[in-house]
């Protein structure tokens, strides 16, 4: 079982460059998060997918955009790569919100934008 | 502010020794708590999720408490592992749906043969 995957695993970039961070899980669930993790920092909500057709912002999506592709995948996308981006990127997927629902999380996409 | 608060920062500890690690919470309206396991290079794995009538969850080696009135949390590791060698992070959802997790910056524990 895969679980949630993301894709690449890790990318350098410069700045003004962009790039799609991909993420798809395998377990038919309906609502969908991107997270970054920055050093001495707790993980931070870029932006959720409650269900399928519908995104919504979270704490700090400026710079960032999202596309809930279909059911499986939800992707992250950086148009204009900045330093204060560099950092490490998880997907996570729940079965449907936060309410009791465990949360399972990829293995993460570690950025770097020089 | 909505906030958790985890101590100590970094725990270092022999194998087979018992563990306990806080976590203190602001977080206002509270809908649960989680804890989670993190592996260096790896994504986070949830260890227990307690709503406030739960005082007490237990998985495995690991059993997770709460205070509601105290807002507070701990996570016990028993006879610990060097495999329990991993950031544990305590997070609190502030409501019952979508998207609002408040993330502890986590607790670094190793454990020492």
Redesign the interface.
């Given at each position: 079982n895969a679980g949630?995957t993301q894709t690449p695993k890790f990318q350098v970039l410069k700045t003004g460059q962009s790039m799609t961070l991909q993420c798809a899980q395998d377990m038919n669930h309906n609502?969908m998060?991107w997270y970054r993790q920055d050093p001495?920092?707790?993980?931070?909500?870029i932006y959720?997918s409650?269900s399928e057709g519908t995104t919504?912002k979270?704490e700090v999506p400026n710079g960032y955009n999202v596309s809930r592709l279909n059911k499986r995948e939800f992707s992250l996308r950086l148009e204009s790569a900045a330093p204060s981006q560099t950092s490490v990127y998880?997907c996570?997927s729940t079965s449907d919100?936060?309410?009791?629902n465990?949360?399972?999380?990829?293995?993460?996409t570690r950025l770097s934008v020089l | 502010k909505n906030q958790v608060e985890q101590s100590p920062q970094s725990l270092i500890i022999l194998e087979g020794k018992n563990c306990t690690l806080q976590c203190n919470y602001t977080v206002s309206p509270f809908s649960n708590l989680r804890w989670y396991k993190q592996d260096t290079g790896r994504g986070p794995v949830s260890l227990t999720i307690m709503t406030f009538s739960e005082n007490t969850k237990s998985n495995g080696r690991y059993t997770a408490t709460l205070d509601a009135d105290t807002k507070q949390s701990s996570l016990h590791i028993t006879a610990s592992q060097l495999s329990d060698s991993a950031s544990y992070i305590c997070v609190v959802s502030d409501r019952g749906s979508q998207g609002n997790l408040i993330f502890g910056k986590g607790t670094k524990l190793s454990v020492k043969p």
């Open positions: 949630v609502s998060y001495g920092m707790g993980l931070r909500l959720y409650a919504d979270g998880f996570a919100g936060l309410a009791l465990i949360q399972y999380f990829g293995a993460g | -």
